[in-house]
């Protein structure tokens, strides 16, 4: 039986995958139909924030990607230092072979891309498009699949996800960044000092942690380092426990409270400006060309070579055990619904190019991928049978 948190989690996280779907087949239809020029007109809206010379314009979908994204990558944060200070994630026996597993379903897609794209120099900084997973998309098809999916199947699977969204925030801050300003770098240093001062203060106030990540923001929005970075860090920060009383959790009532808004408006939001995809003059060949076809093989069958291939090698050389009551089809079913990567794939995508054409042929493979691993990964997991004890 899962634990209460882990089952509303999978719940949420499932509920959501259906909202996004929903909302990334309305800006495929919007993008492909008479309003067209409406939704072009719209995720391309000049959006001013800021005051005079302090002030910034910028199209509405690249401020959904610097500011509502920061709020999906603090509960990310916030999630990871959950799962690894008291979840599931905190004893080493349960850590090894969902963190080697993930990080074989990042490498092989990236290797794949990398042999498809080599001759392609201007291609290369996409490589990692393919190394994401999308929890919501793949804990929905995980939850649609049926009920024959044994509960550490359901456990493996966020693990692998969880390492992956932790992989990803490691490739943004490392090789999605501009040139470095010295002086906003430097206060942005200051600002994580501060975080962590709070945090060995044990600061329980969720406020001051809210003003200085506003401030980290504004600081790394200026150096160059991309602003997600703050959410990591302030989901990071902010106290496991009180310890007057010690049975309360800032950090628990903190995700409560912004897991539903991050879930069913933030993420749908991203979904429908990123994801309207134009199909008018793409032909057969265009799809086939080494950059979406690089992206599509990736998630779907680098995912679950590295994946399965990974787990099956450490379970084989006793470096790991199977886990428990789950069968090698549904290991091999979770390394495949692993390739969707649909959320955090479109963010990397947008990240490695500035061009639009080439952010289109990125989306298509992503959506390809994506699309391919839902369609195999349900049928095998549907066509599983339960092990018997």
Request: glycine fraction near 8%.
């Amino acid at each position: 039986m899962l634990p209460r948190s882990i089952r509303e989690f999978i719940k949420t996280e499932s509920a959501s995958g259906i909202v996004m779907i929903s909302f990334a087949i309305l800006a495929i239809i919007s993008a492909n139909s008479s309003l067209s020029s409406w939704y072009q007109d719209f995720i391309s809206w000049p959006l001013t924030l800021g005051f005079g010379e302090y002030g910034s314009t910028e199209p509405l979908k690249d401020w959904v990607k610097d500011i509502l994204m920061v709020f999906f990558f603090l509960i990310v944060g916030m999630e990871l230092k959950r799962e690894i200070r008291e979840g599931f994630l905190s004893k080493r026996g349960q850590v090894m072979l969902p963190l080697l597993a993930a990080a074989g379903g990042m490498a092989a897609p990236a290797v794949i891309f990398f042999i498809l794209n080599y001759s392609h120099p201007e291609n290369m900084s996409g490589w990692a498009v393919p190394s994401a997973t999308d929890i919501a998309f793949a804990l929905c098809v995980l939850m649609l699949a049926g009920k024959n999916i044994p509960p550490a199947a359901k456990i493996f699977l966020l693990a692998i996800a969880i390492f992956d969204d932790l992989g990803a925030i490691l490739i943004i801050a490392i090789f999605y960044n501009t040139s470095l300003a010295l002086i906003p770098l430097m206060l942005a240093l200051l600002g994580f000092a501060m975080l962590a001062l709070l945090n060995r203060r044990n600061v329980t106030l969720i406020f001051p942690y809210m003003i200085i990540g506003i401030y980290l923001w504004f600081c790394l929005y200026s150096c160059g380092i991309h602003t997600t970075i703050a959410g990591v860090a302030v989901g990071m920060a902010i106290p496991m426990r009180n310890k007057k009383p010690p049975h309360r959790s800032p950090l628990n009532d903190s995700i409560h409270l912004l897991h539903p808004w991050v879930s069913f408006l933030v993420l749908p939001i991203f979904a429908f400006t990123s994801a309207g995809v134009s199909f008018s003059g793409i032909s057969f060949p265009d799809i086939m060309q080494p950059l979406p076809l690089g992206i599509a093989l990736g998630l779907f069958l680098g995912k679950q070579i590295g994946i399965f291939g990974t787990t099956w090698i450490l379970i084989k050389l006793r470096f790991a055990s199977k886990p428990e009551d789950t069968g090698w089809i549904h290991l091999y079913g979770v390394s495949v619904i692993a390739g969707i990567g649909f959320t955090m794939s479109l963010f990397i995508g947008l990240l490695a190019f500035p061009d639009e054409k080439m952010q289109e042929m990125a989306k298509i493979g992503v959506i390809g991928g994506s699309l391919l691993s839902t369609i195999w990964g349900f049928l095998v997991l549907r066509t599983a049978s339960p092990i018997k004890t």
